[in-house]
Each structure stands twice: as C-alpha cells, then as structure tokens.
Nanobody
Framework: QVQLVESGGGLVQAGGSLRLSCAAS????????MAWFRQAPGKEREFVAS????????FYADSVKDRFTISRDNAKNTVYLQMNSLKPEDTAVYYC???????????????????WGQGTQVTVSS
C-alpha cells in the first residue's frame, strides 16, 4: 500500500513557475514508477509526465514538453514536477500517481495507475 500526498499548488500568473511535490509512504519507493496527471473542470483526467523507478526514463505530454520537468529523489520518497512558462490552459487539479514495477511509458495510461494522491490545485491567471 502506498499513500501519496501532493503539495505546492497555488495561484500564479501566466509565465510564472511552480514546483509540485508528491511524498510517498511505504517502502522501496524506487520500485514505483511515478506520474503526474491533471484534470481541468469539465474535462477528462489527462497524462502530464511520468518517470521510471530509477529516474532514468521520463515521458511528457506534448502540451508540456520543454516547459515541465519531472524528477524524483528516492532517498526522500518524493517526486517533483517543475512547471515553467505556465499558461492559463495549465489550470487544473494535478494528481500524483504510482504503480509498482511499471515502466515510465506504461504510466502514461490511467488504466495502469494503482495509487492516486488527493490532488493539488494549480491556477494560472492571464
């Protein structure tokens, strides 16, 4: 069982930056591939970024590529999402996600997520 707790959301102006954190409980954090998804009002939850257990492999949605960076610190059981050059269309609730022994590529699919955080709101004003 893994519990995920996100933090770092908030209100920011367009062009600004935020860093989200997701702290995971449990043992052997490095066995878990991690991902970030987001859900805007009235829209389906969508993939943002994923990272392998070792941190050596990452994937990004085209909409955030070159603006967002996913990383992890396995010693701290934490995964991060650095968000730069934020746009109003990035406004959403951001969810941390995990599953064990998955690849970063597989974590792009919601069906492959076993554990979810409670979400953190990111609002980008124009």
């Amino acid at each position: 069982q893994v519990q995920l707790v996100e933090s770092g959301g908030g209100l920011v102006q367009a062009g600004g930056s935020l860093r989200l954190s997701c702290a995971a409980s449990g043992r052997t954090f490095s066995n878990y591939a991690m991902a970030w998804f987001r859900q805007a009002p009235g829209k389906e939850r969508e993939f943002v970024a994923s990272i392998s257990g070792s941190g050596g492999s990452t994937f990004y949605a085209d909409s955030v590529k070159d603006r967002f960076t996913i990383s992890r610190d396995n010693a701290k059981n934490t995964v991060y999402l650095q968000m730069n050059s934020l746009k109003p269309e990035d406004t959403a609730v951001y969810y941390c996600a995990a599953d064990s022994f998955r690849s970063a590529q597989a974590m792009r699919r919601i069906a492959n997520v076993k554990y979810w955080g409670q979400g953190t709101q990111v609002t980008v004003s124009s």
